[in-house]
């Protein structure tokens, strides 16, 4: 499948059709690269609905795209787009879990996560920001706690001081961390 085949697929996509998207994109060899890329296109609702396919495939099947993690990963730091980042922190936030296949942990362990760390904080601290993107960034540094242990430290000074002012799903993900990270104290 060509990158313009795909970006016609993408255009008259709906989520409802999510599995035949992805079975067409293995049996085309179509590359998870080739998707990252996408969600840059200049077209914002085709860059959208890319990002929405990357989540949707990297939290069904992330085995199967081990060798590109490392690939998102490097371009994450680049997403402008408001609406491709609330999927790609989501995507962020599934790949650190401690619930991934120990596959998936181990692939992840090999990637310099120290430009995500940066960007999950810038994230968090932009009160501008939507509060999905906030949050999973929030769990994504919540979940790199122990590889990065100076994190715990920093992550809970900045939710403690984000808390007053916190949306109801923020104060909820905050509250949640916090009760974690000051059990491990």
């Known amino acids: 499948m060509t990158q313009l085949q795909l970006i016609q697929h993408i255009s008259g996509f709906e989520n409802t059709r999510f599995g035949k ?3 067409k994109l293995k049996e085309k060899n179509f590359s998870l690269h080739e998707l990252v890329d996408l969600t840059f296109y200049s077209d914002k609702d085709v860059a959208n609905k890319a990002s929405k396919i990357l989540e949707v495939i990297l939290f069904r099947f992330p085995e199967s795209y081990i060798e590109d993690i490392a690939y998102l990963v490097e371009h994450v730091t680049e997403v402008k787009c408001v609406s491709c980042r609330k999927h790609y922190a989501k995507v962020l936030k599934h ?28 994230w968090l601290r932009d009160p501008a920001m939507i ?49 974690f990270l000051h059990c491990e104290d």
């Open 21 to 23: 998207l992805r079975s």
């Open 131 to 179: 509060v999905n993107v906030r949050s999973s960034a929030a769990e994504t540094l919540f979940n790199m706690r122990h590889r990065y242990p100076w994190i715990a430290e920093a992550l809970s000074r900045d939710m403690e001081a984000m808390m007053p002012a916190a949306s109801p799903m923020l104060k909820a993900k905050g509250g949640y961390i916090l009760s």
């Open 95 to 122: 790949l650190t879990s401690p619930e991934v296949s120990k596959e998936i942990r181990n692939a992840v362990k090999e990637i310099d996560f120290e430009p995500i760390i940066e960007l999950c904080f810038s």
